[in-house]
């Protein structure tokens, strides 16, 4: 079969897809193997997927393919999330834009009905790529968080943890978003540093009759729109500055209120000009302080962050446009100071990027510290692996340590709708069904013969469901037990064999909403862990640094990215630059070096059909060849390499030890030293173990680039079975001294055809090579090769410097280079110098570093030897230039 010139992933990639979903190695049941089991982190069904995901889904890959091919029963779990806020958000503005319909014209059900719609359309999408990207997923088994089992399990844990007292319903100040129209947790806030400004202001002391006086009290505020939600002014009981005040009022600017003068030691009269304003309505600390001293709430604000009737100015404006009016008006008034710059923090929905509200409403809650304490546990005794744990341990503890109650009501239609109704006196009645929740009210004491409660309770009562829906993390904590129907139905083959699951990958800034939560899930419900390890991605981050995300647009397409380099150059691109755990910088120059790899690939295989054209029948001489012998052994000692970094989940470090094994050390080295002659035949067995080198290059390479890697395994020769499910052998035992001796091999071509270069001897012209060094054993089994690559026509070993020569120092070793042309002793020498200053500047900075006692004392040991050994090399190094100057 004739190869193109390169190689072409177009449809080699849907041929094997295809294939590999027809044979369903894909597809998982329980059975007697040990299995290994991943649940997608659920991409949101609001678009399509972003580099971060493909990060993410790739890694995932890696690690299933990895275990299907070492014996595992490997069931990836696929599915989508209904992401609450953010998929209403598109919806609201997609039926607004096209159809210019209204949520408020929409019933429920109706509302619900596009939602469904988009559902479908974006999820198929999202499937669509995961699918393109080569990802193995049981397709069997994909889940949705709206599905109806797993929608009656979120009705279920809600009902459970409410019978517990673990979830409760009360008035609390609460993160609002006045985009979205909801109640954020304290999680979903994104806090941001602007440069705002600080405004000084007059608030008159009012006289016994309530009217103004000319002594007035400055206050120094951040947010003058909520001056008309004022309830207090507060100064702390030790300042003697305001001692005068006690008992006094002060008339509120805008709406002239007269407002008490209190007194707490929350105030810090070194702060700004010693004396706050309250607004119990707007911030959770004004709140705390209204209800310690009894003030009333005046809630200024409406859910869209208007003003409302409450503020009697400026209603219907928007806050911030209404500051700009406040401000305008208490200058006019004579009331405004001064203003100030000052660098401040605001919070920002995580979801809307809005400028979230603190308001007072009345929100459903769970209990968080009595799940926190177990969590907390499953990571700290180890139960649970983070990696890279160095850099995450802290923050998940940070977090379970200082944890709140999580507000988990969301004022939106799509999503579980919370299972509480309410009758005409606002009982309320916790229940999974309207017809228990009825059953509830009926035998409740409060009700007394309700019409018609005798013959059918349920034909007529009083009792309307709350409206609101559960937040979404309430339904994804669940994830890894309900994909398996755990909650729906608890025991079943599945949840038994898949459950605790064995790796999670997800990004890092979820830690907390959705990773903690599953432990917390887990172990109330499981009580076992939902996974054991947890191996965090890195933000993936545009060339000038900046994350990439839909806002920006600066995230690529994933789709147009296959389509011009192919899956597994795309994938070969985002995880050469991924490094556990940290951020990476991602353009198209990654993957164009990902189809570098695959035409590198392409090209080896051509070479080899080229061989196989020219097997002769030459009689086997019994000896192995020493480039065989080196890459048999350079082959297991990768293999062991690349299994430790498979351990310690560094992913990106294995891709790099095979790249460098395939691209430098089968291309570059091994195939060109097995190459015949022009007019000499290919020894069959050679390329017979050759072909073998090549099936197991692929095969390790193949849980990161699929695709080629099958593509390859099966025009190397007829197979019976697939890659994709061939299984690993152990890494064998492998000789160090044979890889010396190949390292050896591969410095001194490397060093004398650079020699040859500077020198302009060409390669065709034959040299005669002097070699001085203390180690005439390793280059005996080297010496072959070594005639060949370098065009040695006499290879002689000698103790002392060869004149009229040109030298070379490669490592430890002197090289006497004999050729036919005059030797330019200047040249060398020039050469020489240039070598021992870098030479000496290496071993300066290395003697600066294991002088520095910091550094010796507090590095591992491991670090502190290599850098030992790297100051003996140079020293041995530095000597041999010096002799070899002093010789010329």
Same mark, same amino acid.
């Given at each position: 079969?004739?190869?193109?010139?390169?190689?072409?992933?177009?449809?080699?990639?849907?041929?094997?897809?295809?294939?590999?979903?027809?044979?369903?190695y894909f597809n998982s049941t329980p059975d007697e193997?040990?299995?290994?089991?991943?649940?997608?982190?659920?991409?949101?069904?609001?678009?399509?997927?972003? *580099?971060?995901?493909?990060?993410?889904?790739?890694?995932?890959?890696?690690?299933?393919?990895?275990?299907? *091919?070492?014996?595992?029963?490997?069931?990836?779990?696929? %599915?989508?999330?209904?992401?609450?806020?953010?998929?209403?958000?598109?919806?609201?503005?997609?039926?607004?834009?096209?159809?210019?319909?209204?949520?408020?014209? =929409?019933?429920?059900?109706?509302?619900?009905?596009?939602?469904?719609?988009?559902?479908?359309?974006?999820?198929?999408?999202?499937?669509?790529?995961?699918?393109?990207? %080569?990802?193995?997923?049981?397709?069997?088994?994909?889940?949705?968080?709206?599905?109806?089992?797993?929608?009656?399990?979120?009705?279920?844990?809600?009902?459970?943890?409410?019978?517990?007292? $673990?979830?409760?319903?009360?008035?609390?100040?609460?993160?609002?978003?006045?985009?979205?129209?909801?109640?954020?947790?304290?999680?979903?806030?994104?806090?941001?540093?602007?440069? %705002?400004?600080?405004?000084?202001?007059?608030?008159?002391?009012?006289?016994?009759?309530?009217?103004?006086?000319?002594?007035?009290? +400055?206050?120094? +505020?951040?947010?003058?729109? +909520?001056?008309?939600?004022?309830? @207090?002014?507060?100064?702390?009981?030790?300042?003697?500055?305001?001692?005068?005040?006690?008992?006094?009022?002060?008339?509120?600017?805008?709406?002239?209120?007269?407002?008490?003068?209190?007194?707490?030691?929350?105030?810090?009269?070194?702060?700004?000009? %010693?004396?706050?304003?309250?607004?119990?309505?707007?911030?959770?600390?004004?709140?705390?302080?209204?209800?310690?001293?009894?003030?009333?709430?005046?809630?200024?604000?409406?859910?869209?962050?208007?003003?409302?009737?409450? @503020?009697?100015?400026?209603?219907?404006?928007?806050?911030?446009?209404?500051?700009?009016?406040?401000?305008?008006?208490?200058?006019?008034?004579?009331?405004?100071?001064?203003?100030?710059?000052?660098?401040?923090?605001?919070?920002?929905?995580?979801?809307?990027?809005?400028?979230? #509200?603190?308001?007072?409403?009345?929100?459903?809650?769970?209990?968080?510290?009595?799940?926190?304490?177990?969590?907390?546990?499953?990571?700290?005794?180890?139960?649970?692996?983070?990696?890279?744990?160095?850099?995450?341990?802290?923050?998940?503890?940070?977090?379970?340590?200082?944890?709140?109650?999580?507000?988990?009501?969301?004022?939106?239609?799509?999503?579980?709708?919370?299972?509480?109704?309410?009758?005409?006196?606002?009982?309320?009645?916790?229940?999974?069904?309207?017809?228990?929740?009825?059953?509830?009210?009926?035998?409740?004491?409060?009700?007394?013969?309700?019409?018609?409660?005798?013959?059918?309770?349920?034909?007529?009562?009083?009792?309307?469901?709350?409206?609101?829906?559960?937040?979404?993390?309430?339904?994804?904590?669940?994830?890894?037990?309900?994909?398996?129907?755990?909650?729906?139905?608890?025991?079943?083959?599945?949840?038994?064999?898949?459950?605790?699951?064995?790796?999670?990958?997800?990004?890092?800034?979820?830690?907390?909403?959705?990773?903690?939560?599953?432990?917390?899930?887990?172990?109330?419900? *499981?009580?076992?862990?939902?996974?054991?390890?947890?191996?965090?991605?890195?933000?993936?981050?545009?060339?000038?640094?900046?994350? *990439?995300?839909?806002?920006?647009?600066?995230?690529?397409?994933?789709?147009?990215?296959?389509?011009?380099?192919?899956?597994?150059?795309?994938?070969?691109?985002?995880?050469?630059?991924?490094?556990?755990?940290?951020?990476?910088?991602?353009?198209?120059?990654?993957? #164009?070096?990902? $189809?570098?790899?695959?035409?590198?690939?392409?090209?080896?295989?051509?070479?080899?059909?080229?061989?196989?054209?020219?097997?002769?029948?030459?009689?086997?001489?019994?000896?192995?060849?020493?480039?065989?012998?080196?890459?048999?052994?350079?082959?297991?000692?990768?293999?062991?390499?690349?299994?430790?970094?498979?351990?310690?989940f560094k992913l990106s470090e294995g891709l790099k030890?095979?790249?460098? =094994?395939?691209? !430098?050390?089968?291309?570059?080295?091994?195939?060109?030293?097995?190459?015949?002659?022009? !007019?000499?035949?290919?020894?069959?067995?050679?390329?017979?173990?050759?072909?073998?080198?090549?099936?197991?290059? $692929?095969?390790?390479?193949?849980?990161?680039?699929?695709?080629?890697?099958?593509?390859?395994?099966?025009? =190397?020769?007829?197979?019976?079975?697939?890659?994709?499910?061939?299984?690993?052998?152990?890494?064998?035992?492998?000789?160090?001294?044979?890889?010396?001796?190949?390292?050896?091999?591969?410095?001194?071509?490397?060093?004398?055809?650079?020699?040859?270069?500077?020198?302009?001897?060409?390669?065709?012209?034959?040299?005669?090579?002097?070699?001085?060094? #203390?180690?005439?054993?390793?280059?005996?089994?080297?010496? +072959?090769?070594?005639?060949?690559?370098?065009?040695?026509?006499?290879?002689?070993?000698?103790?002392?410097?060869?004149?009229?020569?040109?030298? @070379?120092?490669?490592?430890? !070793?002197?090289?006497?280079?004999?050729?036919?042309?005059?030797?330019?002793?200047?040249?060398?020498?020039?050469?020489?110098?240039?070598?021992?200053?870098?030479?000496?500047?290496?071993?300066?900075?290395?003697?600066?570093?294991?002088?520095?006692?910091?550094?010796?004392?507090?590095?591992?040991?491991?670090?502190?030897?290599?850098?030992?050994?790297?100051?003996?090399?140079a020293e041995e190094k530095i000597k041999v230039l010096?002799?070899?100057?002093?010789?010329?």
């Amino acid at each position: 079969m004739e190869l193109s010139k390169n190689y072409q992933p177009e449809g080699v990639e849907d041929k094997w897809s295809k294939h590999w979903k027809s044979k369903r190695y894909f597809n998982s049941t329980p059975d007697e193997r040990k299995p290994f089991t991943v649940v997608i982190p659920p991409p949101n069904v609001t678009g399509v997927l972003h *580099m971060g995901h493909t990060l993410n889904e790739t890694v995932q890959d890696i690690l299933v393919r990895k275990a299907r *091919m070492s014996g595992f029963n490997a069931c990836w779990v696929p %599915g989508s999330d209904h992401a609450s806020i953010a998929t209403e958000s598109k919806v609201v503005q997609m039926l607004e834009k096209e159809k210019g319909i209204k949520k408020s014209d =929409l019933t429920r059900e109706e509302f619900l009905k596009h939602a469904y719609e988009w559902k479908e359309k974006y999820g198929g999408i999202i499937y669509h790529q995961i699918e393109k990207l %080569g990802c193995s997923v049981d397709w069997d088994r994909v889940s949705f968080t709206m599905d109806p089992d797993y929608y009656k399990a979120v009705i279920k844990i809600f009902i459970d943890l409410y019978n517990k007292k $673990m979830i409760y319903r009360g008035a609390r100040m609460i993160n609002w978003d006045p985009a979205a129209k909801t109640a954020l947790s304290d999680e979903e806030v994104e806090y941001k540093e602007i440069q %705002g400004k600080l405004y000084y202001v007059k608030y008159a002391v009012a006289a016994a009759d309530g009217q103004p006086t000319a002594e007035f009290v +400055t206050i120094a +505020t951040q947010r003058p729109e +909520t001056i008309m939600g004022d309830s @207090a002014v507060c100064v702390n009981p030790n300042d003697e500055r305001f001692a005068h005040l006690k008992g006094k009022k002060v008339i509120v600017p805008l709406v002239n209120r007269a407002v008490p003068v209190i007194f707490d030691d929350y105030v810090d009269p070194a702060f700004g000009t %010693g004396a706050l304003k309250v607004t119990p309505a707007h911030d959770i600390n004004d709140y705390n302080l209204g209800l310690k001293h009894n003030l009333p709430v005046i809630d200024t604000l409406n859910e869209d962050g208007t003003l409302n009737e409450a @503020a009697e100015v400026f209603v219907g404006m928007d806050r911030f446009a209404a500051r700009k009016k406040v401000v305008e008006t208490l200058q006019e008034q004579g009331l405004l100071i001064k203003e100030e710059e000052y660098t401040t923090r605001i919070g920002l929905s995580q979801r809307s990027m809005a400028v979230v #509200e603190p308001r007072i409403s009345t929100q459903w809650f769970v209990t968080m510290r009595p799940l926190a304490e177990k969590a907390l546990a499953a990571v700290t005794s180890g139960e649970v692996r983070i990696h890279p744990g160095d850099k995450f341990m802290a923050t998940y503890k940070y977090w379970l340590e200082n944890i709140k109650d999580w507000c988990i009501s969301r004022q939106l239609w799509w999503g579980q709708r919370i299972p509480a109704w309410y009758d005409d006196k606002g009982n309320c009645y916790v229940a999974e069904t309207e017809e228990e929740a009825v059953r509830q009210w009926s035998t409740n004491t409060n009700s007394i013969n309700p019409p018609g409660k005798q013959d059918n309770p349920y034909v007529a009562h009083p009792l309307k469901q709350d409206d609101d829906v559960l937040d979404t993390w309430f339904s994804s904590w669940l994830w890894p037990i309900e994909v398996f129907k755990g909650v729906t139905h608890p025991g079943n083959p599945d949840i038994n064999y898949y459950y605790p699951t064995s790796v999670l990958v997800t990004g890092q800034d979820i830690i907390f909403f959705w990773v903690a939560r599953m432990i917390m899930a887990g172990m109330e419900y *499981m009580e076992v862990k939902p996974f054991s390890d947890v191996y965090f991605t890195g933000m993936v981050r545009d060339k000038l640094g900046r994350k *990439m995300s839909k806002q920006l647009g600066n995230s690529p397409d994933l789709l147009m990215l296959i389509d011009k380099f192919g899956a597994d150059a795309v994938r070969f691109g985002i995880m050469i630059s991924s490094p556990a755990g940290n951020d990476l910088l991602f353009d198209e120059t990654s993957p #164009e070096q990902g $189809m570098k790899f695959n035409n590198k690939i392409w090209n080896a295989l051509k070479l080899l059909q080229l061989f196989e054209a020219k097997i002769g029948e030459t009689p086997s001489t019994g000896q192995t060849p020493f480039a065989i012998t080196w890459f048999e052994n350079k082959l297991q000692a990768a293999k062991a390499e690349i299994e430790q970094h498979y351990k310690d989940f560094k992913l990106s470090e294995g891709l790099k030890t095979i790249y460098s =094994l395939i691209w !430098d050390d089968f291309c570059a080295y091994y195939l060109e030293w097995i190459k015949p002659g022009m !007019d000499q035949p290919m020894d069959k067995a050679v390329y017979e173990k050759t072909v073998s080198f090549f099936t197991e290059l $692929m095969q390790l390479l193949h849980p990161y680039m699929p695709f080629v890697t099958e593509e390859i395994y099966h025009l =190397l020769a007829p197979r019976t079975e697939d890659l994709c499910v061939k299984q690993f052998t152990a890494p064998q035992a492998f000789d160090k001294i044979v890889l010396q001796e190949g390292q050896l091999l591969i410095d001194v071509i490397t060093g004398l055809r650079d020699v040859r270069i500077k020198n302009e001897i060409k390669s065709k012209e034959p040299i005669k090579l002097h070699v001085q060094s #203390e180690n005439k054993e390793l280059f005996k089994a080297i010496e +072959t090769i070594l005639l060949k690559q370098v065009n040695i026509d006499q290879l002689t070993f000698v103790s002392e410097p060869v004149v009229q020569t040109i030298t @070379a120092v490669i490592g430890k !070793d002197k090289f006497y280079i004999e050729t036919e042309r005059a030797v330019d002793t200047g040249t060398q020498k020039e050469e020489l110098e240039k070598e021992l200053e870098r030479l000496k500047g290496f071993l300066e900075s290395v003697n600066k570093k294991l002088s520095n006692e910091r550094f010796v004392q507090s590095a591992r040991p491991d670090v502190v030897q290599l850098e030992q050994k790297k100051k003996l090399d140079a020293e041995e190094k530095i000597k041999v230039l010096e002799d070899s100057l002093s010789n010329l």
